[in-house]
């Protein structure tokens, strides 16, 4: 599915990443990604060993963003990828590793 309304809308999505994704540079892979894609939005570790992020942009780039995910970098091993669209009047600048 495309079209002007996918490459304009701004679209917030929450994602929880689980697998071996801590200590593997993760967080950081995923802030250059997001800086390639245009995204805002921050990405952190949680206390169980996942990690947590908030993506905010055009609803394709969003959408990409989400499926490099489901793999992250290389030493990374993801077995789930689990969020939701927010609804959100903050507007991120930024990508940012918290």
């Known amino acids: 599915m495309s079209g002007p309304d996918l490459d304009t809308r701004i679209e917030t999505y929450y994602v929880k990443v689980r697998g071996m994704v801590q200590g593997v540079g993760f967080r950081h892979a995923t802030v250059r990604q997001a800086h390639a894609l245009g995204l805002g939005g921050w990405v952190a570790n949680l206390e169980d060993g996942s990690v947590e992020a908030l993506l905010q942009g055009p609803a394709n780039q969003v ?10 970098p290389p030493a990374a091993r993801v077995t789930e990828v689990s969020g939701e669209e927010r609804a959100s009047e903050k507007r991120y600048d930024r990508f940012e590793q918290h």
């Open 63 to 72: 959408d990409r963003m989400l499926s490099w995910l489901r793999h992250g």
